[in-house]
């Protein structure tokens, strides 16, 4: 598992291969497809995530496509879309966007695609 703490300011694409918590300000995508992203309380992530469980404490803001869970907790700030196979929002969470479970399939090939499409690119 891996950590980024509170007095992180990251700008850019991360990519992990691990579980990861996220405890700073994070501008732009985070792939963690086959683990757990977790956004803590005092993170504020502004881009898309993809991974495999979303858990929100913080505030996010973009689309959070996961291939089991989002977890939208008390207290969390969730603006954007949201493509999952289960969605839970605390009813002490903000949320603005839209669900779309039936979606997940071809997030995940868009997502995928254009990953492929910016790696042959570097």
């Given at each position: 598992m891996s950590t980024l703490g509170k007095t992180l300011t990251i700008k850019g694409e991360l990519r992990a291969t691990e579980d990861l918590t996220i405890e700073c300000r994070v501008i732009g995508p985070i792939?963690?497809?086959?683990?757990a992203v977790v956004v803590a309380g005092s993170a504020d992530?502004?881009?898309?995530?993809?991974a495999r469980d979303i858990t929100v404490f913080g505030r996010t803001s973009g689309q959070l496509t996961a291939t089991d869970i989002v977890d939208v907790r008390a207290d969390?700030?969730?603006?954007?879309?949201?493509?999952?196979?289960?969605?839970?929002?605390?009813?002490?969470?903000?949320?603005?966007?839209?669900?779309?479970?039936?979606?997940l399939?071809?997030?995940?090939?868009?997502?995928?695609?254009?990953?492929r499409t910016t790696d042959a690119g570097t």
């Open positions: 792939h963690c497809e086959k683990s992530v502004t881009g898309n995530i993809i969390a700030s969730v603006t954007g879309h949201v493509v999952s196979r289960r969605f839970v929002l605390d009813p002490a969470a903000f949320f603005e966007g839209r669900v779309e479970p039936q979606h399939e071809a997030a995940l090939r868009i997502a995928r695609f254009q990953q």
